[in-house]
């Protein structure tokens, strides 16, 4: 993102990201929104320049993502699929358009910006030959870009101009971390950088719309209003953190897509992906901290249940929810995490077969594959050791007997160590400050690779050092 002198306000990619948390971190004040913003732009000059093409993320307010240069290119290289060259003049029609959007601000109106996006884009490809006059839209998003897309089709007249959504990732009910990160504040896990981004994250009518949209807190001594002995979040007063208003109208937000038919009556068709296997917190404990203040203790299941999910969004969240859920097919679920989805190669076969008439090449039995559960601390401080946990079902045969192994970005493939009982461990230390990629994979079965992300910080001078 820009400000409006076109200096870069938010740019976390790459080997800038631990530079560039710094920079954010000081300059982070000047990002928070008013507290009546609303649906609208708080008229501060920043927009959206363009998708991120490299790892980048700020934890805790948004997910280590994988970077979207290469979707995009994959995207042209195998399919009838052009971007706009660098250089061309802006009305060149081109039929691969990339959507950017100021994440601070709510789904509704980026929405709005997106049928702006899409009138001009349609509008001009459309008019550009006879043939492409009835051509239709085909979005393909990640996260939280799967909830504004589904706000502009169903409540923006975008149903007439889409033929189908195809979501990776998307919080369809939401996501617990959000409502963490608003409880409890934005200060751990950042070691000696001890910023604090708690007032800039609880200004977000975002992160309130990302918040789960399903009963998901116990607490003692109030009766369960949802399933499983849980409560919805919107129904409890007195949560630190929380912006009730937001985060009523943020369940004003998800209701009024659950019960929009535009959708249905233009027949496009929602195509969820999601992930499946990983650590994902699900639910939560309210519980006090000892000086009176409530806070979130996460916990992985519901209901009693491991269901798990992406690491970032619960698997029951990630399929398409209301009119046409019932018909619609169900979510796709590859074994990977949030921020690596789009990246996954069992996800791009996917997308392939749905943007294809072609029939697909038989690839061999889709059964018996190694379902890996991968755990990985998302932030560590420069010096300081992580470890890589993996986690194998019992029904996968010789769940307890692979050759499981680990590599860290480019470099060798370590074999992890067996704790028995399909669980499997490595240490995960001497990374350089930046970002990385950790790869898991079994030995015999290197088609099912999990990427999960980790950012190291610079651990800074001790006070009174040189």
Not at 21 to 49: E, K, M, N, Y
Not at 115 to 131: M, T, Y
Not at 400 to 416: F, W
Request: charged content about 20%; some cysteine; hydrophobic content about 35%.
């Amino acid at each position: 993102m820009t400000d409006a002198n076109g200096r870069e306000v938010w740019g976390l990619s790459g080997k800038a990201l631990v530079r560039g948390i710094r920079t954010f971190g000081r300059s982070v004040t000047g990002l928070a929104l008013p507290t009546d913003i609303g649906d609208d732009h708080p008229g501060d000059g920043v927009r959206a320049a363009g998708l991120m093409p490299d790892l980048h993320g700020l934890p805790g307010v948004s997910p280590l993502v994988d970077g979207y240069s290469g979707l995009l290119g994959w995207l042209e290289r195998n399919f009838t699929l052009r971007r706009r060259l660098p250089g061309e003049d802006v009305s060149t029609p081109a039929n691969l358009i990339d959507f950017a959007y100021d994440w601070r601000l709510s789904c509704r109106y980026n929405a709005r910006r997106l049928s702006e996006r899409v009138s001009e884009e349609l509008g001009r490809w459309r008019e550009s030959d006879p043939s492409r006059a009835e051509t239709k839209v085909v979005f393909i998003c990640h996260s939280m870009g799967g909830l504004v897309t589904r706000e502009y089709v169903e409540r923006c007249g975008g149903a007439e101009v889409t033929r189908r959504v195809i979501t990776l990732g998307t919080p369809y009910r939401g996501s617990l971390d959000a409502l963490v990160t608003l409880v409890n504040g934005l200060r751990p896990g950042f070691g000696p950088f001890r910023l604090d981004l708690t007032r800039f994250a609880r200004s977000l009518p975002s992160l309130h719309q990302l918040t789960p949209d399903y009963a998901c807190l116990t607490t003692a001594g109030s009766p369960p209003s949802g399933p499983s002995g849980l409560q919805y979040a919107r129904e409890l007063t007195g949560l630190p953190g929380v912006d009730e208003a937001l985060l009523k109208d943020a369940a004003l937000f998800h209701a009024t897509l659950r019960e929009a038919k535009a959708g249905v009556a233009y027949g496009v068709e929602y195509l969820p992906v999601g992930g499946a296997m990983q650590p994902t917190p699900t639910t939560a404990e309210v519980v006090g901290d000892g000086d009176g203040m409530a806070r979130l203790t996460e916990l992985l299941t519901i209901g009693g249940t491991d269901e798990g999910g992406d690491g970032r969004v619960p698997r029951l969240s990630s399929a398409h929810v209301g009119a046409g859920a019932e018909t619609g097919r169900a979510a796709y679920t590859p074994w990977e995490q949030h921020g690596s989805l789009q990246n996954n190669s069992a996800v791009r076969w996917a997308i392939w077969g749905w943007l294809t008439p072609r029939v697909p090449v038989h690839r061999g039995p889709e059964e018996g594959g190694v379902q890996l559960g991968v755990s990985v601390p998302e932030v560590l401080v420069e010096g300081e050791a992580g470890t890589v946990e993996v986690s194998v079902p019992q029904g996968t045969p010789g769940h307890d007997e692979l050759a499981v192994a680990v590599c860290v970005d480019e470099g060798a493939d370590r074999t992890m160590r067996n704790l028995g009982a399909g669980r499997y461990m490595a240490p995960l230390a001497g990374l350089a400050p930046g970002a990385h990629r950790v790869r898991v994979s079994a030995r015999h079965a290197p088609e099912a690779t999990v990427t999960a992300l980790v950012l190291v910080l610079e651990r800074e001078p001790e006070a009174g050092g040189e």
